[in-house]
């Protein structure tokens, strides 16, 4: 159940622009000149700071990297093992 203090109104203004009050902007330690993504998702507007969606993507990309050196070792191990 969603309680009172979980959630906070918003409301645009007549250029389309949302004021974030203080309290989401503290909770999300977001200052002034802050960078966020905006995309929809499940018809729901998420909004992430930039620095958190950078910091998931380099982490997948190690992930991947790692993934594609150990499978390029792999097959190096297996081509030593057929020339042998």
Same mark, same amino acid.
């Given at each position: 159940?969603? &309680? &009172?203090?979980?959630?906070?109104?918003?409301t645009?203004?007549a250029?389309?622009?949302?004021? #974030?009050?203080?309290p989401? +902007?503290? $909770?999300l /330690?977001?200052?002034? /000149?802050? +960078?966020?993504?905006?995309?929809?998702?499940? /018809? +729901?507007?998420v909004?992430?700071?930039? *620095? +958190? #969606?950078?910091?998931?993507?380099?982490?997948?990309? $190690?992930?991947?990297?790692?993934?594609?050196?150990? *499978?390029?070792?792999?097959?190096?191990? #297996? *081509?030593?093992?057929?020339?042998?």
């Open positions: 159940m969603v &309680k &009172k203090a979980d959630f906070t109104t918003l645009l203004d250029q389309g622009r949302v004021l #974030l009050p203080r989401l +902007r503290q $909770a /330690g977001l200052g002034p /000149g802050a +960078r966020l993504v905006a995309l929809v998702e499940d /018809g +729901r507007l909004l992430t700071p930039w *620095e +958190r #969606l950078e910091e998931e993507l380099w982490a997948e990309l $190690a992930d991947v990297q790692e993934s594609l050196a150990e *499978e390029l070792l792999r097959e190096r191990r #297996l *081509e030593a093992e057929r020339d042998a």
